[in-house]
């Protein structure tokens, strides 16, 4: 059984480092094909592409937030880190983390992070 | 970037009416082409990948149609728990992948 659990603070201060974690079970990142992408989603709007990590450490980012952005894995874990710089109230959002097919099959819950001083 | 339009942004219906859902891709995407449904709350959940397969457990009232830049989701007879936001999503070739800006499906 797939799943995936997102986690990190609720509330984060403008120009403040994000940093969130996505927990997995019910695959490995070290098989091929595999891979977990980071979605948002501000309140009210539509899905956004941030980043994805694959099972050969290969790298892909939103071309818009790339600068902001980086993707991670702890390999003595399941588990699969975003970080996210100089944030903004506009990245007030729900974070979801995915695995990814190409189509995206499984989704965590989300996470909710406000960005307000 | 493939950017994705959706139409229309909302669509008032019945239970038990025939709905369409249109989707157009800026450029060529093939046949790599997902849908979702978002219901309040949720996250979303897969409904059709690679533009006519339907993901596991989705009751096949739910269809998709299409190719190269127009797509289509099609709810056969909608029911209630239908009521959601719908959204599709190319992933052509390699990553960032896009999203249309979503249809709300509501009932009259």
């Known amino acids: 059984q797939v799943t995936l659990k997102e986690s990190g603070p609720a509330l984060v201060k403008p120009t403040q480092t994000l940093t969130l974690t996505c927990a997995f079970s019910?695959?490995?990142?070290?098989?091929?094909?595999?891979?977990v992408t980071w979605i948002r989603q501000p309140p009210g709007k539509a899905l956004e592409f941030l980043a994805r990590?694959?099972?050969?450490?290969?790298?892909f980012y939103s071309n818009s937030l790339k600068t902001r952005l980086t993707i991670s894995k702890d390999s003595s874990k399941n588990e699969v880190v975003l970080t996210v710089t100089n944030l903004d109230p506009v990245d007030t959002a729900t974070y979801f983390c995915?695995?990814?097919?190409?189509?995206?099959?499984?989704w965590g819950q989300g996470i909710l992070v406000t960005v307000s001083s | 970037e493939r950017v994705m339009t959706q139409s229309p942004a909302t669509l008032s219906v019945s239970p038990g009416d025939r709905v369409t859902l249109s989707c157009r891709a800026s450029?060529?995407?093939?046949?790599?082409l997902a849908w979702y449904q978002q219901k309040p709350g949720q996250a979303p959940r897969l409904l059709i990948y690679?533009?006519?397969t339907r993901a596991s457990e989705i009751p096949d009232r739910f269809s998709g149609s299409g190719s190269g830049t127009e797509f289509t989701l099609t709810i056969s007879s909608l029911q209630s728990e239908d009521c959601a936001v719908y959204y599709c999503?190319?992933?052509?070739?390699?990553?960032?992948?896009?999203f249309g800006q979503g249809t709300k499906v509501e009932l009259k």
């Open positions: 995915v695995r990814d097919l190409g189509h995206l099959d499984f």
């Open positions: 019910g695959f490995s990142l070290t098989q091929p094909g595999m891979r």
């Open positions: 990590l694959d099972w050969d450490g290969e790298k």
């Open positions: 450029q060529d995407i093939s046949t790599n």
């Open positions: 690679r533009v006519s």
């Open positions: 999503q190319q992933y052509f070739n390699r990553p960032p992948w896009t």
